[in-house]
């Protein structure tokens, strides 16, 4: 199984980015696809996820209102739209995959099956 996740790279606070993670799942519309992201210095922390079910989507508390997760099952593709970036989203950012989770364990990374090699967000002030 591959995750490949793209489109990180150097923008402005306040500016726009869409992050992908393209798969090679098989049964991509029966996984919970899940966003997590990692400063220098800090743990691992749960951004956003849309639930196997197609229809819940999840957010972490700091990312509500500006981060839009969405999957395209057509395409085995994860996305993140990431608008009014702060300086304090700079991080890079991981997708991850599973298919057994319960809606408690969404923001538990250590639940999540399969992991994408992450792609640099950097937010300048």
């Known amino acids: 199984v591959q995750l490949q996740a793209s489109g990180g790279g150097l923008v402005q606070a306040g500016d726009s980015l869409r992050l992908s993670c393209t798969t090679s799942?098989?049964?991509?519309?029966?996984?919970?696809m899940g966003w997590f992201r990692q400063a220098p210095g800090k743990e691992r922390e749960f951004v956003a996820a849309?639930?196997?079910?197609?229809?819940?989507?999840h957010y972490a508390d700091s990312v509500k209102g500006r981060f839009t997760i969405s999957k395209d099952n057509a395409k085995n593709t994860v996305y993140l739209q990431m608008n009014s970036l702060k300086p304090e989203d700079s991080a890079v950012y991981y997708c991850?995959?599973?298919?057994?989770?319960?809606?408690?364990?969404?923001?538990?990374?250590?639940?999540?099956?399969?992991w994408g090699q992450g792609t640099q967000v950097t937010v300048s002030s």
């Open positions: 991850a995959a599973d298919r057994r989770l319960i809606l408690s364990s969404i923001p538990d990374g250590d639940q999540y099956d399969y």
């Open positions: 799942l098989r049964t991509f519309a029966g996984y919970t």
């Open positions: 849309s639930f196997r079910n197609g229809v819940s989507t």
